[in-house]
């Protein structure tokens, strides 16, 4: 059975700071790996996707990356801004076609940054 | 594009009473799940339809809870009857068949509490 988690719970860091989040799954057996935003009150955003072949993808000052055989990924944020504040979601996508497999969700790490 | 459109925003309710949500997809989006985010945890998959048929619902608590989606477009979940431990927020998200890797887009969530 695949389990996600995500360590720490939560995060407080100065702005321009730099951070890592990380995510570990149990069963390298995956479609892709997806980093979701969530902010109070409001449905996930998706930020990056890695796909099972990909080692890491970027958008920004977001660079997400995948090692499949240890069952981890990070979510590097550069020069953090109070606006990244929020919650941020890994899940990875169960074996199946694009739209069959499952997403399994970690718990989420708590993310503030002060200004 | 408009985006995931769910209602009501925000439900109370005491226990044993029913209670129903509305999910509106994304325009031509075949693929609808609905999600049931306790507090504290990441999004956990209750139902999957594709077009009006079901794809998936292994975690859907079948003895209270139903999920139907006419005609391919929207989709209600209901509770009947609720229990303390539904109280948590209900996500739906959708997305495009063709599209290969399957991003799932979110809806801003029904948050439910059982009295």
């Known amino acids: 059975k695949q389990e996600v988690t995500q360590i720490p719970a939560a995060l407080s860091v100065p702005e321009g700071e730099n951070l890592v989040l990380n995510c570990s799954f149990t069963?390298?057996?995956?479609?892709?790996l997806q980093w979701f935003r969530q902010d109070p009150g409001k449905g996930l955003t998706s930020l990056l996707l890695?796909?099972?072949?990909?080692r890491e993808q970027t958008s920004g000052r977001l660079n997400a990356s995948l090692d499949k055989s240890s069952g981890r990924s990070t979510l590097y944020i550069a020069a953090s801004q109070p606006g990244d504040s929020a919650t941020y979601l890994c899940?990875?996508?169960?074996?199946?076609?694009?739209?069959?497999?499952?997403?399994?969700f970690g718990q989420g790490t708590t993310l503030q940054v002060k200004p | 594009e408009a985006g995931v459109a769910q209602s009501p925003r925000y439900k109370i309710i005491e226990k044993r009473q029913s209670v129903a949500f509305w999910c509106n997809p994304i325009?031509?989006?075949?693929?609808l799940y609905w999600y049931q985010q306790i507090l504290g945890q990441g999004p956990k998959l209750l139902i999957q339809?594709?077009?009006?048929?079901?794809?998936?619902d292994s975690q859907l608590p079948k003895d209270r809870f139903s999920a139907e989606r006419l005609k391919g477009v929207d989709s209600t979940l209901k509770i009947q009857p609720a229990k303390l431990e539904d109280s948590a927020v209900y996500l739906c998200?959708?997305?495009?068949?063709?599209?290969?890797?399957?991003?799932?887009?979110f809806g801003a969530g029904t948050r439910l509490s059982v009295l």
């Open positions: 339809f594709q077009n009006n048929g079901v794809v998936d």
């Open positions: 325009s031509g989006h075949a693929t």
């Open positions: 890695i796909q099972s072949s990909q």
């Open positions: 899940a990875v996508k169960l074996p199946g076609s694009s739209n069959t497999g499952k997403l399994i």
């Open positions: 069963d390298s057996a995956i479609y892709n």
């Open positions: 998200a959708s997305s495009l068949v063709r599209q290969g890797s399957g991003i799932q887009y």
